[in-house]
Nanobody, 121 residues
């Protein structure tokens, strides 16, 4: 019923920037929190940043000051601007959203398929 499609990943040298996008589509009545998570090889998935429908944000300490999460509620899209990238930022980045679809009275959690970010030293 709901699809999250990420884009914007790729390869970048240390110190560079990338902007990730994630668009939600489907029978969407509303979206509460949206966020970005990442998973490096051999490690658990971890929170990168979240944003509420009202625009309140949280960041992992590892990206604070280097990344900015934002969203366009009219487009059901969330963005992650990442600057001053480091090799340790290399991971698969996943979009997450709490979505209410038509016909439901609750929010479900959805994940995107992931986009690879590789930062070379």
């Amino acid at each position: 019923q709901v699809q999250l499609v990420e884009s914007g990943g790729g390869w970048v040298q240390a110190g560079g920037s990338l902007r990730l996008s994630c668009a939600a589509s489907g029978s969407i009545l509303g979206i509460a929190a949206m966020g970005w998570y990442r998973q490096a090889p051999g490690k658990q998935r971890e929170l990168v940043a979240t944003i509420t429908s009202g625009g309140s944000t949280t960041y992992a300490d590892s990206v604070k000051g280097r990344s900015t999460i934002s969203r366009d509620n009219a487009k059901n899209t969330v963005y992650l601007q990442m600057n001053s990238l480091k090799p340790e930022d290399t991971a698969v980045y996943y979009c997450n959203a709490n979505v209410r679809v038509y016909g439901n009275h609750y929010y479900d959690n959805y994940w995107g398929q992931g986009t690879q970010v590789t930062v070379s030293s």
